[in-house]
Nanobody, 120 residues
Framework: EVHLVESGGGLVQTGGSLRLSCEASGFTVSSYGMNWVRQAPGKGLEWVSAISGGSSSTFYANSVKGRFTISRDNAKNTLYLQVTSLKPEDTAVYYC?????????????WGKGTLVTVSS
């Protein structure tokens, strides 16, 4: 059974940094595309970043490019999102999501999210 558990969120000041983690079980993260998606208070879902299965190509939304870095530790079967230079508009619940294949085939499993709050 697939499980995704996010952690690492918290309250941080503008300009601060955090490392979000997504511990996976029931599948091998290196074989599938993995995504980070966020939802700000009162707003819809916003795709943030992805890493492809196999080749580990990475992709970012324009709003976070240059500030966020996606990575994975295959030995720990864990996905990460290093978030730096945080802005109040980055405040959101951050979810990790597993793709159906290497990437771009649709997100089929989601974690419950971790809240990042950026104070001004």
């Amino acid at each position: 059974e697939v499980h995704l558990v996010e952690s690492g969120g918290g309250l941080v000041q503008t300009g601060g940094s955090l490392r979000l983690s997504c511990e996976a079980s029931g599948f091998t993260v290196s074989s599938y595309g993995m995504n980070w998606v966020r939802q700000a208070p009162g707003k819809g879902l916003e795709w943030v970043s992805a890493i492809s299965g196999g080749s580990s190509s990475t992709f970012y939304a324009n709003s976070v490019k240059g500030r966020f870095t996606i990575s994975r530790d295959n030995a720990k079967n864990t996905l990460y999102l290093q978030v730096t230079s945080l802005k109040p508009e980055d405040t959101a619940v951050y979810y990790c999501a597993k793709d159906q294949h290497i990437l771009g085939y649709g997100m089929e499993y989601w974690g419950k999210g971790t809240l990042v709050t950026v104070s001004s």
